[in-house]
């Protein structure tokens, strides 16, 4: 029987080959030691991001939209209250619209805006105020109609004004605590906005802290990824945190975005890092996000990206960022469904959620 040559490995392969096949092995070897390197980096960054936030207590607020109580039929000011007395919610994000307060050139009528911070101010809660022509809810930039036809110039001229009112009106307010300014300012895909002019964002950013000093600026991320890099440093950024929406564009179908709530905390611990600014979540999805506007939904289709079991959910995801300052999304749905559909289940949870920060 003849004997089986023994193999000679690699090198009895042909010396051309052996150099290609030991290139690729160092090759691989330093792709494998860049991704070790990367992900020990970034469990740093994320263990300094919780260890720096880990004495904070949680503050759980919400946003509160005029405009979107109205849509769907509630008194803004019974739901309001409702939300203090009830849900015992002590932190507020209000939206100073443009179109509803300066209607006419120079004619302002903030009576409804005044009454909310009357309302937060007896219950000693304190507001985040959103300013600017960039708010929260469709179209997302409400400019009042006789400022649309503006130039770029005229129009930052005439936002320059109304910020100088609004900021001046409500400085003095003991509720007061923070400004949120132009929400989610260079979002091109979505809103009714025609002016994303980064020197526009600075100089209002810096007309409002030299208007009120005393009071952090928030500016909120624009997307789900990338590091702010360029002006304006705020004092306090801001990061939008969703998790199921209906996408109307490609699919047409609901999507759940795959990040998990560490992966916010990575970013906020990044900015921490690079920019010596904290970060909070100035919007936490906490209602629907479907193939129309809500109010136009069924009940059946509202639950389908958002019911009492995902909203208790959330309470766990934010969690994970590590961010303690949180404003969630829904308010006014929230009151929607338990006034008119006598929806028990989502109120509760709600209610759980700011017994919760009670326990913090």
């Known amino acids: 029987m003849r004997k089986?040559?023994?193999?000679?490995?690699?090198?009895?392969?042909?010396?051309?080959?052996r150099r290609h096949?030991?290139?690729q092995r160092v090759i691989y070897l330093a792709l494998l030691g860049s991704?070790?390197?990367?992900?020990?980096?970034?469990l740093a960054v994320l263990f300094y991001w919780y260890q720096s936030q880990s004495n904070q207590p949680y503050r759980h607020g919400v946003s509160f939209s005029t405009k979107q109580a109205g849509d769907y039929g509630l008194d803004s000011e019974e739901a309001l209250k409702a939300l203090i007395d009830d849900l015992g919610v002590k932190q507020f994000r209000l939206m100073s619209y443009w179109d509803l307060h300066e209607p006419q050139p120079g004619k302002y009528n903030?009576?409804?805006?005044d009454r909310q911070f009357e309302i937060i101010e007896a219950a000693e809660g304190k507001i985040s105020l959103a300013i600017g022509m960039r708010q929260p809810r469709w179209p997302e930039c409400h400019e009042p109609s006789w400022?649309?036809?503006?130039?770029?110039?005229e129009l930052e001229d005439a936002v320059n004004s109304y910020l100088k009112v609004v900021v001046n009106r409500y400085k003095d307010s003991p509720a007061l605590e923070s400004y949120q300014l132009e929400n989610e300012f260079f979002i091109v895909s979505f809103g009714d906005c025609k002016d994303h002019r980064r020197e526009r964002l600075v100089s209002e950013y810096n007309l409002v802290k030299q208007l009120d000093p005393d009071h952090p600026v928030i500016v909120s991320l624009s997307s789900n990824f990338w590091l702010p890099i360029n002006e304006p440093t705020p004092d306090i950024y801001g990061h939008s945190v969703y998790k199921r929406v209906y996408d109307g564009t490609y699919t047409n179908a609901y999507l759940e975005y795959p990040m998990p709530g560490w992966y916010h905390g990575l970013r906020a611990g990044w900015i921490k890092l690079l920019k010596q600014r904290d970060s909070i979540v100035h919007e936490l999805?906490?209602?629907?996000?479907?193939p129309e506007a809500t109010q136009n939904l069924s009940?059946?289709?509202q639950d389908k990206s958002m019911d009492a079991e995902r909203l208790k959910g959330r309470i766990g995801y934010v969690k994970a960022t590590g961010m303690r300052d949180v404003y969630w999304w829904g308010s006014e749905w929230w009151y929607w469904r338990y006034s008119k559909f006598n929806d028990q289940e989502?109120?509760?949870?709600?209610?759980?959620?700011f017994n919760e920060q009670g326990r913090n």
């Open 4 to 17: 089986l040559k023994k193999s000679k490995g690699l090198k009895s392969w042909p010396k051309r080959f």
């Open 21 to 23: 096949v030991s290139k």
């Open 35 to 42: 991704i070790l390197f990367a992900a020990l980096i970034n």
């Open 110 to 113: 903030f009576s409804s805006l």
């Open 147 to 153: 400022a649309t036809n503006l130039n770029d110039r």
């Open 285 to 290: 999805q906490g209602e629907p996000w479907g």
């Open 299 to 301: 009940i059946e289709e």
């Open 346 to 353: 989502l109120w509760d949870v709600a209610k759980e959620i």
